[in-house]
């Protein structure tokens, strides 16, 4: 079973809207979490990363929350734009540890004109 | 900058035939990796490397050699290619072990019939 559980698989919203996506998380113990942007046959980019004492991370029109205690995050987008298209990509790390990431599946986010 | 460049990014192979991956860094990281990413699911890890000289196995390590003979360079060997590892593969890098941003090539893909 996955650890990194991503909702919804996939999105469509217009232009100008605002969006917010899901990510439920099993794993334990908790050290980090971030947020990748993965742009269609591009690599990851990170968004944010938060570790267990942020609750709130933002960078641009992208804000991630965090709440430990229910192990949920949440990405939220303002004012999309065209170029907010793209895959979203939840990571749980239990260490501090570089190779020691559980990945989400990613949330597919079609904005449209 | 380059940041992290791999080559090539497409490839077809058939199946038992061997192929490198190529992936190198120009940020003078010291942690550097290799993930796949199937459809439907999380990157998952298949080698790393937290120096020169030194190399681990990930979480998918079956069918991949690695070797870090420079900082630079972390090449991904497929042995003897198989239908099951037609995915897309990314090089990761990392500055330290633990916690840091971590900056992702973009991806080799890679079919074997």
């Known amino acids: 079973k996955n650890q990194v559980e991503q909702s919804p698989q996939s999105l469509i919203i217009l232009e100008g809207k605002n969006c917010t996506l899901q990510?439920?998380?099993?794993?334990?113990?908790?050290?980090?979490l971030r947020w990748y942007k993965q742009d269609t046959g591009r690599g990851p980019v990170s968004l944010t990363i938060?570790?267990?004492?942020?609750n709130t991370k933002s960078n641009g029109r992208y804000t991630a929350t965090l709440d430990a205690d229910t192990k949920q995050s949440s990405l939220h987008i303002t004012a999309s734009q065209l170029s907010d298209s793209a895959s979203y990509i939840c990571?749980?790390?239990?260490?501090?540890?570089?190779?020691?990431?559980?990945f989400g599946a990613g949330t597919r986010l079609t904005v449209k004109p | 900058n380059a940041g992290v460049t791999q080559t090539p990014k497409f490839q077809v192979l058939k199946t038992g035939q061997s192929m490198t991956l190529q992936c190198a860094q120009d940020?003078?990281?010291?942690?550097m990796s290799w993930y796949r990413q199937d459809p439907g699911m999380g990157l998952r890890l298949i080698h790393y490397?937290?120096?020169?000289?030194?190399?681990d196995q990930g979480e998918v390590p079956n069918g991949y050699n690695v070797s870090r003979s420079t900082t630079e360079d972390f090449p991904l060997r497929l042995l003897s290619a198989a239908p099951s590892q037609t995915s897309v593969y990314f090089c990761?890098?990392?500055?330290?072990?633990?916690?840091?941003?971590?900056?992702f090539g973009e991806g080799s893909w890679l079919t074997v019939v």
């Open positions: 990761a890098s990392s500055r330290g072990y633990s916690g840091n941003t971590i900056y």
């Open positions: 990510c439920n998380y099993t794993v334990s113990p908790f050290s980090n």
């Open positions: 938060m570790t267990f004492s942020e």
């Open positions: 990571v749980v790390s239990p260490s501090y540890n570089n190779n020691d990431m559980r």
């Open positions: 940020m003078n990281h010291e942690y």
């Open positions: 490397s937290v120096g020169a000289g030194i190399t």
